[in-house]
Each structure stands twice: as structure tokens, then as C-alpha cells.
């Protein structure tokens, strides 16, 4: 009779252990889950602190160049500390150098009112043709986004403020502001439209990032 017993106990204890790994299983299975996903939003929190540090930089570097791009505006071009024509200039701040560029928009081609052949003599061939295709759109969108809607990819999109003015209401352009990428050997026919202007707004642009003033 005891050995019927043992014979019959068997089994059980098979299954028994069957279904002890099967739930060892899910609760590795689901410990791992849980691990990965912890580690998955670890990873983008600190992306996220990351970012929001290099907008507070941005920021900052932005909020101290106010009072230096206020006193260039009123200044004399040969007396600037700051260039206003688009070309790369280093600050410094908390112990870092950030590239920035300053572009007084009486320095830039105005896709609806230069005169296009002026803005063919100033612009490389796909920036005249941008500004042609944005003057060519004459829908009731702001100037910004017919911008956009023209560009060919974002990249273009990111370098606008270089190279046209979206900001601005003049039909002439500064020459001593002319942004730095433009070409300036065959100006002379286009000095009605070419001449000294004051500087009224003056686009910023720090690492990429860029701000109106």
C-alpha cells in the first residue's frame, strides 16, 4: 500500500514544480519588463534635464546680449563691438563660448519688396530662387510661413534668418549691414536701392537657435 501512495504522489509533485517555474518564469519575465521600462524613462528624463539646461543657456546667453545688440544698433558700423551683418561672433558665459550672429534684417534680400534683380546680383542661386518661389506664393499667409512652405528641407528652413529678411517693411537694403554670405561685386546699378539705413530689428541667433530684437 505504500508504495500505491508513493507511485500516486508522483505526478503531483511534477506538476507541481511544472507550474513553480512557469510562475519563477513570469516573474522574471515581468521584473525585466519593469527594469527596461525603468531604465527607458531614466534615459529620457535625462534627455529632457539636458535639453531644458541647454534652453536655460540659450536663454541666458540671449538675455546678456540684449544690452551689447541695443548699443550696436545706435552705433556706427566702424565703431561696433558686435558685428551686425551676420558674421560669427564668441561670448562668454558660465565658463562656455557660444557662437552667435547678429543680422541687422535692413541687411537682407525682402522677398516681396527688393527688386529681384537686385536680389539675383546679392543671393546665391538657390537662396534667389527661394525668394522668388516665397514672392510667387502671394496668398494672405504671413511672410514666415510662406517661408516654410516654399523651403526645400528643414535645413533651409533653420538657415532663413541668414540669408532672407522675414521681419521687415523696406524696400532698400544697408549696405553696412549687407549679411556677410552675400555677394556685393556687382552692386552699382542698385545703389538707389542700397544705402545707409538705421537698424530697427536685428535677428540673434545663438548655437541654431534664433530670436528677434
Do not use: C
Request: aromatic share 4%; no cysteine; glycine share 6%.
Amino acid at each position: 500500500m505504500a508504495s500505491r501512495r508513493h507511485n500516486v504522489r508522483r505526478p503531483r509533485s511534477g506538476v507541481v514544480l511544472i507550474a513553480t517555474l512557469l510562475a519563477l518564469i513570469l516573474v522574471v519575465g515581468l521584473a525585466l519588463t519593469v527594469q527596461a521600462a525603468a531604465l527607458a524613462n531614466t534615459k529620457a528624463l535625462r534627455a529632457l534635464i539636458q535639453s531644458h539646461k541647454h534652453e536655460m543657456a540659450h536663454d541666458s546667453v540671449l538675455e546678456l546680449l540684449r544690452p551689447m545688440v541695443a548699443v550696436a544698433m545706435v552705433m556706427p558700423d566702424q565703431a561696433r563691438s558686435l558685428p551686425l551683418n551676420g558674421a560669427a561672433a564668441a561670448v562668454e558665459y558660465a565658463g562656455k563660448t557660444y557662437s552667435v550672429t547678429l543680422q541687422d534684417v535692413n541687411g537682407l534680400v525682402h522677398p516681396d519688396l527688393t527688386p529681384r534683380a537686385l536680389a539675383r546680383a546679392l543671393l546665391p542661386k538657390q537662396w534667389a530662387a527661394l525668394a522668388e518661389a516665397i514672392a510667387a506664393n502671394t496668398g494672405s499667409d504671413p511672410l514666415t510661413m510662406r517661408a516654410g512652405q516654399a523651403a526645400a528641407s528643414l535645413e533651409q528652413i533653420s538657415s532663413l534668418h541668414q540669408w532672407l529678411d522675414l521681419h521687415g517693411d523696406g524696400d532698400r537694403l544697408s549696405g553696412d549691414t549687407l549679411a556677410t554670405g552675400y555677394s556685393t561685386t556687382n552692386l552699382q546699378p542698385f545703389s538707389y536701392a542700397v544705402q545707409s539705413e538705421q537698424t530697427q530689428v536685428v535677428v540673434v541667433a545663438v548655437g541654431g537657435f534664433a530670436e528677434t530684437q
